[in-house]
């Protein structure tokens, strides 16, 4: 922890000597509350753990529940997370699990249409293409329906056969389930057989929607609008993955029990105050069909007998965050720490609604303990960057705990992120220049950043310097529709006025000269400065002078 402004010189590359005989004395603990992305296995000391306690409000990473514990008893405030995936399933154990008991609760798409009336016990018949959105370039594509590659009621867990090889598929018609035996894809002829899964078999007539499931990732190429991704894992039948990944409708309360069982295994074992609730999104994210394709946009919304509604896919999974804190609170005597990801741009209502989940509502009355944007404060395009900064501020003003942060909030963030560089140096501190237009003071927003560092062949924490810059409290704020009154004249740089101190965001790709109108303080070089160079996507934050 940074605690004297000698050791930030010292310790800092960058930082320079003291010039002018000006100064100033960083804080004791971060000037904004700060969250961390701790991915892949951690070996850390006593003073990496220290640091985290210290400096940080809650991590969400693979720590070992001594290593948690160890956090707790110098911070008992922090909270320690773990991963869960809060739509989709993960683990092998997870498509046994969901096949035998939560099948009927599995998201399906329209894959055809029957071409004639089938009787109840009809094990033959024949389905065309749905019609709507079944056309590319005027012909038709392949319907999505597989014929099943193993036998029995369920897909393969076993070593050496993977579910994606070795699965069962099945169709919907009605309310009735089929397990799906022959499948000729150029006639349409189709073998099933009936009252699978314990459904009812029934009479179906003409043209009924037949359903098949949704997976998880689609096939893309790398110029893909789709999904943040630019490859696939391939979690469909016959996909590129070893195991299949199916997705659960938000609609079927019955669902829930296996993300509430999910949650309590993962906090009993890992001895965590909560779970990282990762893609709670309105069912947008990375869905595929059983070949391979997109299927954003395609998930049924059985009840209203259409495609799923952003607003009405959010409210599903309202109704299950609601669920996982009672059914926690009922068998550990307290709720446990939630926090989401995804916050995106679907956050007004009408358009998805995430936002709700940051609020107490009729069917949600404790709302999630924060959600993260993920790359929120990262530099892909200056309009993205600004739409996210508008989420941020309209957040931060309504008292929302929205949670951006810099870079990739998964995986990759062990290689892509952690690496000390100067391109982390410039990434993260655009980031922080980024929040701090958007931060109040008293809002419940917080910062995601990276505690470790990769140097030399270790790994370790180090927390950097700015976020000890005594800055203050935000002595301008404009409303979310009024961001562009942050547009400096003449030069394309947001700037805002703090307390003891100014922000300054340069978003183009332009390198800016910035007049400033009166003497700081640069807390970098420590010098006395009127005038500064902003480089292009560079942040910026200067001290009022000493």
Known sequence: MITAAVSVAAHWAGTSAFANGADFTPLSKPQYKLYSVCSNKID????????????????????????????REINPAFKCLTYINSTYTQSEADVRLVESQYR??????????????????????????????????????????????????????????????????????GDELMRVNQFIPATGDIEVARSFAGT?????????????????????SPKSKES??????GNYPNGHDDKLRYVLDPAYRKGYLFQGETVLKAMQENRVDGVWMDTLNTGTFNLSDCLGRAAAGKVWDFAKNQPYAPDDFRLGQEKKVAFIGQFINERLGKFPFLVANNLTDAYAPGRGGLKL?????????????????????ELQSPEKWKKRIVMLMDAAQSGLAAAPIWANAGSPSYAESEPDTPGRDKAERFGYASYLLGVEKE?????????????????????????????????????????????MKDVPVYHRSFTNGLVLVNSSDQDCPVKLEETYFDPDT???VTTVTMSAGTGKILLNKP
């Open 44 to 71: 850390a000391s006593k003073e990496d753990l220290r640091l985290i306690a210290e400096n940080f409000e809650f991590y969400h990473g693979k720590f070992q529940p001594e290593q948690a514990d160890a956090i």
């Open 104 to 173: 009927d609760c599995l998201s399906m798409l329209v894959a055809a249409r029957l071409s004639q009336s089938i009787e109840a016990g009809s094990t033959k018949f024949r389905v065309e293409p749905a019609g709507d959105g079944q056309k590319s370039g005027g012909k038709e594509v392949p319907i999505p329906i597989r014929a099943s590659t193993i036998a029995g009621d369920y897909s393969s867990i076993e070593n050496g056969k993977p579910s994606t090889k070795f699965y069962v598929f099945w169709i919907r018609i």
């Open 200 to 220: 009812a078999s029934a009479a179906h007539p003409a043209k009924a929607n037949v359903f098949s499931p949704v997976y998880l990732g689609f096939d893309r």
């Open 228 to 233: 943040a991704n630019t490859s696939s894992r």
């Open 357 to 377: 989940l940051l609020m107490a509502t009729e069917v949600k009355p404790r709302p999630l303990d924060a959600y993260c944007m993920e790359g929120g404060l």
């Open 443 to 487: 809002g419940k927003t917080l910062m995601g950043t990276y505690a470790f560092y990769q140097a030399n062949g270790k790994r370790f924490v180090k927390i950097h310097p700015m976020y000890y810059y005594p800055i203050g409290y935000p002595a301008v704020t404009v409303k979310p529709n009024e961001f562009g009154k942050y547009l």
């Open 526 to 528: 420590r010098q006395l």
